[in-house]
């Protein structure tokens, strides 16, 4: 038997425009030639929670006494959005602002029978509901009902909030979103990687003292329309999309869109009065908030509250956050996966988009990785390029620096970063400093970057192997970089040149990581000027490649892994079954991810892809190998092969 629900909150009026196009020809009024819009008013706040809630099960809820457009601002907050089309809806191109009463809070003189219930949902946005006891519902002051409460900012602040967490507390279930949190006082990272974002969580909740009085609430925190943290009282499990990480739905969405709170909040709800466990619950609040930004306003345009149900968040990961984790925690050693190399061998086979793998895998452009050390180092350069991509006249370059074994693919994956940013505005350039000759090559260089700049371009400059000697001198050539590093500019002669906007990216030749590359001998640094280099770096990214970093690397066959599933697909698309299952013997696969070592890094799985004899059959056995001498350019010749005959 479903539970009695009752809905109520903050009550708002959301004012909706949109572009029309005008008949114009032959019209005798002169409007009839401009750009022409239309608005409509819909319920919003509590009320849009209450309808989408209503679309699933028996909703008690307020009601206004007029339409929406008849009410007045000093009655209800107005909200304004206008719209652009986007496929057969809309989605919102810019939200305007707000209107509301001159003085003091909103009357919402709404309409509401009070009734017994099982279940109160509470749409607090910070608008004055919180201080008009004489509105809440008799339940949560008489009853004991579970109290979901949607929480915006300010945050744990108000009458209701003090009731609540004195006379409601072991019944509430808090909703709030991880940006209120952030504006809070949590020092929570955005946009890493899912493993930091539950860390950061988990210590904030155990150590930041403005945090001590909701330690024993049950919590769930929505991060951006991607994630979640379930937190019921020092403990904590963490929802997520595998391919996608905060803020990446709407970025990629053709729009904004308001009401995704209500909408999964109305999902949460629905799954909870049925007797779902939280899991479900999340989930389906999760796919809801997402669905309804996916799809937008409806043609009306109206919410699709009927359309936004559908999904029952199957493809949504959930792991348990350990209290204190121990070195470097990955959902991919957490249960349910716990096998790394299983894990593995399950990528490369079956890909790494199904349900029965929800491994975090990070896409940037073609770029593909699931080691956790590698998405933090891609998400915090990334992070840094669009930061400075939306500066229009930022004061000097952007200088990035990147560090990896040869063969790691360091150029690459910096191509695929700014593909990743903005592939039509950022123009790629490469500059192999081993090749310089003198300064002038490098004044060369830098008029090539300034060419760029003059076509309207942001040129991203890759000066590989930058750390390489200059007439004998070890890091001789990082003292030329500095001026146009710091000020934006460097010297023809007599004459200063200005770079303008562009991104100096440079590559480690000698050192495979950034702390390799500063711990170098004191005076040598100290003599090309290296901490002067550093300070004007913005950020660094450590590429680690296919082979184990140390004696403890138990990732390094994850990352060989989503290599050689890439290589596959785009290489021998020919080798897959009619279900996307690889055929490949279980021997050489077990080389392909256990040889200790490729000699030249991806450049060797690759070359030994392109070495095997595949184009004519249908799966990779031991036979279609090439020989280990031929073999021995790139790994153990002989070992690979005996590796390879176990099965």
Known sequence: MEMK?????????????????????????????????KRRALEGGALLTARMLSSLTDVNHPSLSCSPEKTDPSEFIHSFAELKPTGNG????????????????????????????????????????????????????????TTVLKMSSPLFSGSLWEHLIERQRKNIILLINMEDLREYGANISRRLSWERTAEDFMWQMRNNPTLKDIQDLRIIVRVGLEGAIYYNRGDARLFYHPQIFEGNLVERAPGKMQGCGCAFTAGFTASLSRGLEIDESVRKGMAAAAELLSIGFSEEPDYPVGDIFRSEGDDIGAVDIPHHSRGLWTIADSPPLFDIEAVSRYIVINGYRRRKCPLPVAHFGKLITADRREIEGYQSIRNILMEYMKNEKPERPLCIGVFGPPGAGKSFAVSQLAASVDPEKIKPLNFNISQFRDEDDLIDAFHQIRDVVLEGMVPQAFFDEFDSPMGGKRLGWIRYFLAPMQDGEFR????????????????????????????????????????????????????????PQHRRDKFFMLRRAILLRSMFERKTPHLFDGDGRLRIDDGVL?????????????????????????????????ASLPSAGQLDLHVDGELFQRMAMKN
């Open 5 to 37: 629900i009752t809905v109520t909150g903050d009550i708002t009026v959301d004012w909706i425009q949109w572009p029309v196009k005008q008949d114009a020809g032959g019209s005798m009024f002169n409007w009839k030639t401009h750009l022409g819009f």
């Open 90 to 145: 809309y989605h919102v191109k810019r939200f305007m602002g707000y209107t509301g009463p001159d003085d003091g809070l909103p009357s919402m003189p709404f309409r509401f029978r009070d009734k017994d219930t099982d279940i109160v949902v509470i749409d607090d946005a910070g608008n004055g509901f919180r201080e008009m006891k004489e509105k809440w519902p008799s339940s949560i002051i008489d009853g004991d009902p």
């Open 492 to 547: 023809e002669g007599d004459s200063m040149h200005p770079l303008g906007k562009s991104i100096l990216v440079f590559a480690g030749g000698t050192s495979s990581t950034f702390q390799e590359f500063e711990s170098q001998d004191p005076e040598i640094l100290r003599e090309a000027k290296v901490r002067d280099f550093i300070s004007r770096l913005r950020g660094y990214v450590n590429i680690i490649g296919p082979d």
């Open 590 to 622: 077990n080389a392909f991810l256990r040889i200790p070592e490729y000699r030249h890094g991806v450049r060797s799985m690759e070359a030994i892809l392109e070495m095997s004899i595949l184009q004519d059959v249908k799966k990779f056995e031991k």
